[in-house]
């Protein structure tokens, strides 16, 4: 398991499995390919991504906005010292370990041996983000789950080298003008997180070899997808009801 399939799993046990089957696909976005562009220049592979991504080019030859934009994002980030210091490690290093008795496999985006652990992430800006089921704002790193990766990662890496190292975010946001920032998450928030991956990655291993039935979320795609209708419903299921004082 990696820490995307991890991190899908908690959003939606059946579209997770139904895509580790090959039943579902989600979308790909501009928005993603966006970041895979940026991934690949900071790996040397863009040419290799350009070559098996021709949608993000025009008729002309010429990339498209969205990809031009990324250019601008690249050499935001290539003006700063200290984003390019932490993205100085060694790229794509792959690590294999085990949690609560489950394989996992982690790609790192910049590994500092011994020094620190760095992952890449496009984000659309620095606000922070509503979440509608917490009923919350929440930085882009706890919204997206990049604490729960950060779990994971520090964990492998430590099965293999021995050492406990620091987890960090080189951001850059998609802005006109892009801004970026090195962000270092704490590790009592990696410790939390990783209580939470041993806690629940049992299940999701379960769920993967056909031993539990996975529960559906009602609100993501591939749930709209497969949804059966056996019933008409009051309306009044979906009004949220406050009492004034």
Not at 75 to 91: I, N, P, T
Not at 122 to 151: M, P, T
Not at 186 to 209: A, C, G, W, Y
Request: proline share 3%.
């Amino acid at each position: 398991m990696g820490s995307s399939q991890f991190k899908n799993f908690m959003r939606c046990e059946a579209a997770a499995l139904a895509e580790i089957r090959g039943e579902y696909q989600r979308e790909v976005t501009d928005a993603l390919l966006v970041g895979s562009y940026i991934d690949a220049h900071f790996e040397g592979t863009l040419d290799v991504f350009n070559a098996q991504h021709k949608e993000i080019f025009k008729k002309d030859g010429e990339l498209k906005v969205q990809y031009r934009q990324a250019e601008k994002m690249i050499q935001r980030a290539e003006r700063s010292e200290l984003f390019m210091q932490f993205m100085s490690g060694d790229k794509q290093v792959i690590m294999t370990g085990g949690i609560a008795g489950v394989p996992f496999k982690i790609k790192i985006d910049s590994y500092c041996a011994d020094k620190c652990i760095v992952d890449l992430k496009c984000v659309r800006d620095f606000q922070l983000i509503w979440n509608s089921e917490k009923q919350q704002r929440q930085h882009f790193i706890n919204y997206w789950g990049y604490d729960i990766q950060g779990a994971i990662y520090r964990e492998i890496v430590r099965q293999n080298t021995g050492k406990t190292l620091p987890f960090y975010i080189a951001a850059v946001t998609k802005e006109a003008e892009p801004d970026l920032d090195v962000l270092w998450v704490p590790d009592d928030d990696l410790d939390s997180s990783l209580e939470t991956v041993m806690n629940l990655v049992p299940r999701f291993q379960q769920i993967k070899e056909g031993k539990l039935t996975p529960q559906r979320c009602e609100h993501c795609g591939y749930c709209r997808f497969t949804k059966v209708l056996t019933a008409p419903r009051n309306y009044h299921e979906d009004c949220e009801v406050y009492e004034v004082e």
